[in-house]
């Protein structure tokens, strides 16, 4: 009889292990299933925009807005736009969030404008050097005197940008290029 009681418990010390192993298991499995859904890409709040989504005139950042003493109108549409002028580039100091209210990415391929519709795509030539890069406007500025458009760095790069440079803008209809 002794051997059976004792038979008996280590029965149930084994079931009672048994049990932790499969509730460590259990819990294992579940944040790590938790943790994975937080980088699928597929989160509801998504503030990233796409290239290839239309203007949303209505918005607050394609309203009349006031810098500096001065009131800015924002275009209805880029079609056809195509300009002249003096761009630059603008890093991180300039805030983390853009005009749209998405994060700005300083090695990206995005511009700030002060007319243009928001979100727009455009082709940006540096005139010194035939370099260009297609980028999306998503933002407002610059607001220097003389400057057309603000890049950024990543985009700045791509065209040999380096401080202010004469460049050319054009409005792209179609997908931005990979290139």
Known sequence: MICVCNFGIKDA?????YRKHISVML????????????????????TEV???????????????YKVQGVTYYPLR????????GH???????????????TRFVPHGLTAAHKTLPLPSKVRVT???NGRHVDVLVNDRGPFKKGRI?????????????????????????DKISQK
């Not at 010390?13 to 292990?17: G, L, T």
């Not at 819990?27 to 998504?46: D, K, N």
Request: aromatic residues 6%; charged residues 20%; proline residues 3%.
């Open 13 to 17: 010390m084994q079931q009672s292990v």
């Open 27 to 46: 819990l294992t499995t579940g944040l790590i299933s938790g943790c994975a859904s937080m980088f699928s890409g597929t989160s509801q709040r998504s």
């Open 50 to 64: 796409r290239g290839d989504q239309a203007p949303k005139l209505t918005a607050p950042y394609n309203k009349p």
């Open 77 to 84: 549409s880029a079609a056809g736009y195509r300009e002249v």
């Open 87 to 101: 761009a630059s580039w603008y890093g991180s100091e300039s805030g983390n969030r853009t005009a749209m209210g």
């Open 126 to 128: 540096n005139l010194h």
């Open 149 to 173: 458009i603000d890049l950024s760095h990543g985009a700045a790069k791509k065209i040999g940008l380096h401080g202010v440079a004469k460049v050319k803008v054009e409005h792209l209809d």
